[in-house]
């Protein structure tokens, strides 16, 4: 499995901003993707995840009415739309999956990872 993040990029507090990640090729049609980030000197941290099949989709309670996680299954990418940002949601941002039903807020639980996207967020 192969993911491409894109979009991240320096943007004014309060400003939006929608990340991508292409990917391709899954060998189950069962996943889940998601996103996480990390800060400098923090620890990768969980941000959202979809479950591919059902649409279901899962947030950071940092995130929660801010970022909007989606995928469109024609084109097989998943979307980030970060709202009202702040400083502190600067980080790179990594695109993730994992096969199966089950998602999870521990970086362990994926296999697959992006090479990340930065987002800086200026005061």
């Known amino acids: 499995v192969q993911l491409q993040a894109s979009g991240g990029g320096l943007v004014q507090a309060g400003g939006s901003l929608r990340l991508s990640c292409a990917t391709s090729?899954?060998?189950?049609?069962?996943?889940?993707t998601g996103w996480f980030r990390q800060a400098s000197g923090k620890e990768r941290e969980f941000v959202s995840a979809?479950?591919?099949?059902?649409?279901?989709?899962y947030y950071a309670d940092s995130v929660k009415d801010r970022f909007t996680i989606s995928r469109d299954n024609a084109k097989n990418t998943m979307y980030l739309q970060m709202s009202s940002l702040e400083p502190e949601d600067t980080a790179v941002y990594y695109c993730?999956?994992?096969?199966?039903?089950?998602?999870?807020?521990?970086?362990?639980?994926?296999?697959?990872w992006g090479q990340g996207t930065l987002v800086t967020v200026s005061s």
């Open positions: 090729g899954h060998t189950s049609s069962v996943y889940v």
């Open positions: 979809i479950k591919w099949s059902s649409g279901a989709t």
């Open positions: 993730v999956a994992r096969e199966g039903t089950a998602y999870y807020r521990t970086p362990r639980f994926y296999d697959y």
